[in-house]
């Protein structure tokens, strides 16, 4: 864990923080720029065994990944025992790496998810294409259509959303594919 | 569980070729920073139990626009002002006026959203601006808003004292010898 230093806003140099009050506001030595500071608990947190233990004598159990290293605890996920580099806290469990990696792709709350993509957006980008491009519109409402089957389950978005407009979008698209579709029997026909 | 609420202030920031856009959420286990660059969007958690320290100063982009704007401003006005007087072509010194009254509205928008600033937050491993608490009053509205969250999950700020437990690094502790786990030792798996 590194040390943290707090820098001042304006001038970036590292400021003197003082060790009695959580908020204050402090005027830098060298910009002499005043700057809120909000300080919490975790500034002073040491993490306990951060460094791997070795294996004191043969009645200690050791970690499944460094057989050399003591086990300090065991993974909520797959019973494994792990040392204190492999164990990993979550949620108030301890978990290994392999059980993160698990968690992820079954993440229900998706609170491992770093990126999304807002495919309603991209619907509504091809549903207007498939109005406006004439009979491109062909090719662009079913890709839109394609679109919102494949990622309806997805998450778009890491905080709540409605599906109304994905809805409404898809309507369009439908439409439009219905529209240019007759459009070009129509004009088979009259030929 | 507390259902995700937006937090004040929105910044979109330029890097490169893209425009991105910064939000800020809170939920109730981690406050969420959103930076959405057309379809894609990039998500940081930043759990309450690690947030080490906010710290928010001045920034000097009030302060340049408001001059830049007064100066381009008061130019524009005077410009205007002489084509009126000599009786250039109305189509020139309403451009002229135009000018000047849009250099206007971004002088009085920026005096309307008050002071900028630069809001980083600290946890043990990163460091990271939050874009979007800009402007001074939407800073201090959302640090209100974070605050009780972040004691709920840490507890009230004290001082640190030295602490009477041995502190330990790589497998050696300010005592000597290293302790006994506290681990029950089960057979292996």
Redesign the interface.
């Known amino acids: 864990?590194?040390n943290?230093i707090?820098?001042?806003?304006?001038c970036e140099r590292a400021?003197k923080l003082p060790?009695?009050?959580?908020y204050t506001s402090l005027d830098?030595d060298h910009c002499d720029?005043?700057?809120?500071?909000?300080?919490?608990?975790?500034?002073?947190?040491?993490k306990?065994?951060s460094?791997?233990?070795?294996v004191?004598d043969e009645?200690?159990?050791?970690c499944?990944n460094h057989p050399s290293k003591?086990?300090?605890?065991?993974c909520d996920g797959c019973?494994?025992?792990l040392c204190a580099l492999c164990d990993i806290p979550w949620n108030n469990d301890h978990l290994c790496s392999q059980c993160i990696e698990h968690q992820q792709e079954k993440d229900a709350d998706n609170?491992l998810?770093?990126?999304?993509?807002?495919?309603d957006?991209?619907v509504l980008l091809l549903a207007f294409f498939s109005i406006f491009l004439f009979y491109l519109g062909l090719f662009f409402a079913p890709a839109a259509l394609f679109i919102a089957w494949r990622y309806w389950k997805e998450p778009w978005?890491?905080?709540?959303y409605k599906k109304w407009g994905m809805i409404t979008y898809v309507t369009v698209a439908f439409l439009a594919l219905v529209v240019w579709s007759s459009a070009i029997v129509v004009a088979i026909i009259n030929l | 569980m507390l259902k995700m609420s937006r937090l004040p202030g929105r910044a979109v920031k330029r890097f490169g070729w893209s425009l991105e856009r910064h939000q800020l959420w809170l939920s109730g286990e981690y406050l969420l920073h959103r930076e959405i660059s057309g379809y894609r969007e990039e998500v940081k958690r930043y759990y309450y139990g690690d947030i080490q320290a906010i710290v928010s100063g001045p920034s000097l982009g009030f302060r340049t626009c408001n001059i830049l704007c007064l100066l381009v401003l008061s130019l524009l006005s005077l410009l205007a002002l002489a084509m009126y007087l000599t009786s250039a072509s109305v189509t020139a010194y309403t451009l002229v006026f135009l000018g000047a009254g849009l250099s206007g509205f971004t002088l009085s928008g920026n005096l309307i959203f008050g002071p900028t600033c630069k809001t980083t937050l600290y946890t043990a491993t990163s460091e990271a601006q939050l874009y979007s608490l800009g402007r001074r009053r939407s800073t201090e509205k959302a640090i209100a808003r974070i605050l009780p969250f972040i004691e709920a999950a840490q507890g009230a700020y004290a001082a640190p004292t030295p602490s009477t437990e041995p502190v330990e690094f790589g497998g050696i502790t300010s005592e000597g010898a290293v302790p006994p786990p506290s681990l029950e030792d089960p057979p292996n798996p």
């Open positions: 864990m590194r943290t707090v820098r001042c806003s304006a400021l060790a009695d009050v959580g830098c720029k005043s700057t809120d500071i909000w300080l919490f608990p975790a500034l002073h947190r040491v306990n065994n460094a791997p233990q070795q004191v009645g200690h159990s050791s499944m003591r086990a300090v605890a065991v019973g494994k025992f609170v998810r770093s990126t999304y993509i807002h495919y957006r991209i978005r890491p905080v709540p």
